[in-house]
């Protein structure tokens, strides 16, 4: 299996990438900037260029990949289009060529709570609502998904257990990013992952299970 990872160069995106390689897949990083991704990346990583707002650097990058992982984002920024662009139209230009390409999976990191439009976070120029049309859109696209909405991401690793559920159950908490990659990677080689849309958190109280029985507990 070779999975092409969108977003490689971002701090969940290179975790993912990680997290693939640990598992012993075969690891295509999609990136804007080679001369970041060289120095940011393991050595010797397969890496192409591409933009999700130029659909043909897509195809080009998908060929010969079986699943796509997607932890793309806007960046915080004054450009009100920013969102709608890389969240929605990115996503999509992605799935339209992941499609093209007969993939067997498509991973999308998306977020928790995109239900709630009047969140706060939909200030940043309706951030939630465009990652929610671009889940949507993957959901309709006929393509086998698990989209993952993680909780406030962090860069330290912690210890404690995490906490899966189906969507629109978690409203507050945070996870590592590195917890949410391997919960990505895991997603690739799990059937019960497929078609799912799963919200994680780390919690403290909470029993640690193996990610694969947390997919499987989750309908
Ligand atoms: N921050 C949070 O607390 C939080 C919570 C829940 C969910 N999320 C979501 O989780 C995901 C990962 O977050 P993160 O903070 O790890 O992301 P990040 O570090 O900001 O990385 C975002 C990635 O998207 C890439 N990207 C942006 N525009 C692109 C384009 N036009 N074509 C190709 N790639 C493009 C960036 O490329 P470059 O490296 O070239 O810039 C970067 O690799 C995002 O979707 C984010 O919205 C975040």
């Known amino acids: 299996m070779r999975a092409l990872v969108a977003g490689a160069t971002g701090q969940t995106g290179r975790r993912i990438v990680e997290e693939l390689l640990a598992k012993g897949i075969t690891v295509r990083a999609m990136v ?23 659909p043909i650097t897509l195809r080009a990058a998908l ?25 929605y139209e990115g996503n999509k230009n992605l799935v339209d060529a992941a ?25 940043f ?18 393509i086998p998904y698990t989209i993952v909405r993680p909780g406030g991401l962090k860069n330290e690793d912690n210890t404690q257990a995490i906490v899966m559920s189906s969507a629109d159950q978690l409203f507050e908490g ?11 990677a895991e997603a690739v080689t799990q059937p019960s992952a497929k078609n799912k849309v799963v919200e994680i958190i780390t919690s403290e109280g909470a029993t640690s299970q193996p990610i694969e029985a947390l997919f499987a507990s989750v309908g």
């Open 125 to 142: 120029w309706g951030i939630l609502y465009w990652k929610k049309q671009a889940e949507d859109y993957l959901k309709q696209s006929g």
């Open 99 to 123: 499609k093209a390409a007969q993939v067997n999976q498509f991973v999308m990191v998306s977020s928790m709570c995109v239900s709630k439009l009047f969140h706060p976070l939909n200030l």
């Open 174 to 184: 945070s996870i590592p990013r590195r917890k949410v990659a391997q919960v990505c």
């Open 32 to 54: 804007r900037d080679r001369t970041k991704a060289l120095s940011e990346l393991p050595e010797g990583i397969d890496i192409v260029e591409g933009d999700v707002l130029q």
């Open 63 to 87: 060929t010969d990949c079986q699943v796509l992982l997607s932890a793309t984002g806007a960046a915080p920024s004054l450009d009100p289009t920013g969102p709608y662009k890389v969240d």
